[in-house]
T-cell receptor
Framework: RKEVEQDPGPFNVPEGATVAFNCTYS??????FFWYRQDCRKEPKLLMS???SGNEDGRFTAQLNRASQYISLLIRDSKLSDSATYLC???????????????FGQGTILTVHP | EPEVTQTPSHQVTQMGQEVILRCVPI?????FYWYRQILGQKVEFLVS????????KSEIFDDQFSVERPDGSNFTLKIRSTKLEDSAMYFC?????????FGPGTRLTVL
């Protein structure tokens, strides 16, 4: 099983649509969870951290289900500028001194069209 | 807003040559990282650096790779003898604690 697995996509949606991405991770001891977005040939940019209670940032809502080892991202009212690759990212570190080694999923491509 | 910066943006080198990729992390961050992304593939962890020493490294980070923080601001990745398969985007990241912020990357092309 892959360490971090995402919906293969691609997703093509019209402006204003709601779209959801899912992700599963293999290590139940994982500590930190993130969604990044990556534009073509650019760096990953942090979109949001994902907390156990779920969290929202404007049009974006992230959920975490530790029991199922499952993370989701919901984008409401999609904009053309939301077109990007969305990366599910997990820090598997179980609390050592190193807060590193992010493990990335393959990414899901989103295209929002007019 | 503070950003991670990286130079050069693109480096072309011949196989077997040494390259040094440079990064300036965000100034009050304590943790520094290098990742790479081969074209069409996912981002992969190379190494993490804290308190002036390597804290973790991946299988990719073999004896050909080294990192250094020579002057308290720069953070460098050296590849001693480049191979064709080292061609990739190399991203530097820094973190105050948990969230990591990435630089724009250096595209390394090995011919």
């Amino acid at each position: 099983r892959k360490e971090v697995e995402q919906d293969p996509g691609p997703f093509n949606v019209p402006e204003g649509a709601t779209v959801a991405f899912n992700c599963t991770y293999s290590n139940s001891a994982s500590q930190s969870f993130f969604w990044y977005r990556q534009d073509c040939r650019k760096e990953p940019k942090l979109l949001m951290s994902v907390y156990s209670s779920g969290n929202e940032d404007g049009r974006f809502t992230a959920q975490l289900n530790r029991a199922s080892q499952y993370i989701s991202l919901l984008i409401r009212d999609s904009k053309l500028s939301d077109s990007a690759t969305y990366l599910c990212v997990v820090n598997f570190n179980a609390g050592g001194t190193s807060y590193g080694k992010l493990t990335f999923g393959q990414g899901t491509i989103l295209t929002v069209h007019p | 807003e503070p950003e991670v910066t990286q130079t050069p943006s693109h480096q072309v080198t011949q196989m077997g040559q040494e390259v040094i990729l440079r990064c300036v992390p965000i100034s009050n961050h304590l943790y520094f990282y290098w990742y790479r992304q081969i074209l069409g593939q996912k981002v992969e962890f190379l190494v993490s650096f804290y308190n002036n020493e390597i804290s973790e490294k991946s299988e990719i980070f073999d004896d050909q790779f080294s990192v250094e923080r020579p002057d308290g601001s720069n953070f460098t990745l050296k590849i001693r003898s480049t191979k064709l398969e080292d061609s990739a985007m190399y991203f530097c990241a820094s973190s105050p604690f948990n969230e990591q912020f990435f630089g724009p990357g250096t595209r390394l092309t090995v011919l």
